[in-house]
């Protein structure tokens, strides 16, 4: 319960992952995107005061690419207006 929700479901500790895709360009530019992701999640964590923090899981690259291919597949989900906002 202290993590994402996908698509609605789960948490709201941390974003919705359903349009994480689009949030960070996937559409404008799909590598662009790809590469911020794994930028993102290799950072974490960030270690900055006060803020949340998404632990690092040290996936492989082959692990980073299957996660980023999913969250561009969600994003492709017609989810009728959900969520109703770019953040989330």
């Given at each position: 319960?202290?993590?994402?929700?996908?698509?609605?479901?789960?948490?709201y500790?941390?974003?919705?992952?359903?349009?994480?895709?689009?949030?960070?360009?996937?559409?404008?530019?799909?590598?662009g995107?790809?590469?911020?992701?794994?930028?993102?999640?290799?950072?974490?964590?960030?270690g900055?005061?006060?803020?949340?923090?998404?632990p690092?899981?040290?996936?492989?690259?082959?692990?980073?690419?299957?996660?980023?291919d999913?969250?561009?597949?969600?994003?492709?989900?017609?989810?009728?207006?959900?969520?109703?906002?770019?953040?989330?």
């Amino acid at each position: 319960m202290n993590c994402h929700a996908l698509l609605g479901e789960g948490a709201y500790f941390a974003p919705e992952l359903g349009n994480v895709w689009v949030r960070y360009g996937g559409r404008e530019s799909p590598e662009g995107a790809r590469m911020g992701l794994k930028a993102w999640m290799r950072a974490q964590p960030t270690g900055v005061a006060g803020r949340r923090q998404m632990p690092q899981f040290n996936l492989t690259e082959q692990e980073l690419d299957d996660l980023i291919d999913f969250l561009e597949w969600t994003s492709r989900i017609d989810t009728l207006g959900w969520p109703p906002n770019d953040a989330g």
